[in-house]
């Protein structure tokens, strides 16, 4: 974004930076479909156009406030620019993905935090169920799926990026009927076994942690927690 300013607002360009921040804090953007400005303090900043509108052009000189004004909008021109090469770009590396009515693709669920190594690891998440037959496409990026009347509280259309094409994989595929899964489409994953112990000093105190094999996971994704965390939510594991 800056690159494309430079050439415009010449070898003095940095201290040109203010404006720049300014008129960035005072675009409208997609994502959120307002100003940042806008969206931290709840309403429009007032720009040097404004001024021209409440009669602070005499305060401030003319001068001042017309040449703000201008390279308040090249800037914004220049961002412009550089904001549609940048999507361009991605668009071309960018492959949409596309299935037919009658296809069979996986749903993507994810466990919950219940644990707090749950979401930090990748290799224990995501997860999919089924395959799931695709029954019409909704818009351009969703899709009905016929979904079992088990299922029946959770809606049936999906964003494109919860599904995967059907290629089996069993280390990524679990059977729903083996979890709890919510109407978000995540679950808990549950504890089955404490297989190791180990303690590590840490200063004046000790800390103590267990190795835990988990229900739908090899005993390559074992994952190390807090001992007590664990008596605490499963003390049944530990009374094996």
């Given at each position: ?215 739908n996971h090899t005993s390559e994704e074992v994952t190390w927690e807090a001992e007590d965390e ?11």
């Amino acid at each position: 974004m800056l690159r494309a300013c430079v050439i415009d607002l010449g070898v003095r360009w940095e201290q040109y930076l203010p404006l720049v921040e300014f008129a960035y804090n005072n675009s409208f953007q997609t994502s959120i479909q307002m100003a940042p400005f806008e969206a931290l303090y709840g309403r429009r900043c007032r720009s040097p156009i404004g001024w021209l509108e409440v009669g602070e052009r005499k305060l401030l000189g003319p001068e001042l406030v017309q040449d703000a004004t201008e390279k308040i909008h090249m800037i914004r021109q220049r961002m412009l620019t550089a904001q549609s090469r940048q999507k361009s770009y991605a668009d071309n590396r960018r492959r949409d993905l596309e299935f037919q009515v009658g296809d069979h693709v996986f749903l993507k669920v994810s466990p919950t935090k219940g644990v707090m190594r749950f979401g930090k690891k990748g290799k224990l998440s995501p997860r999919y169920i089924r395959p799931f037959e695709i029954l019409e496409k909704v818009g351009a990026v969703a899709y009905r799926l016929a979904l079992p009347p088990d299922l029946s509280n959770i809606h049936p259309v999906f964003h494109v990026s919860m599904l995967r094409k059907y290629n089996p994989d069993p280390s990524h595929v679990i059977r729903y009927e083996t979890i709890q899964l919510q109407n978000d489409l995540t679950y808990e994953e549950q504890p089955v076994a404490i297989l190791d112990r180990q303690v590590k000093k840490l200063r004046s105190k000790d800390v103590a942690s267990v190795k835990v094999l988990w229900r739908n996971h090899t005993s390559e994704e074992v994952t190390w927690e807090a001992e007590d965390e664990m008596r605490t939510k499963h003390p049944h594991l530990f009374d094996m």
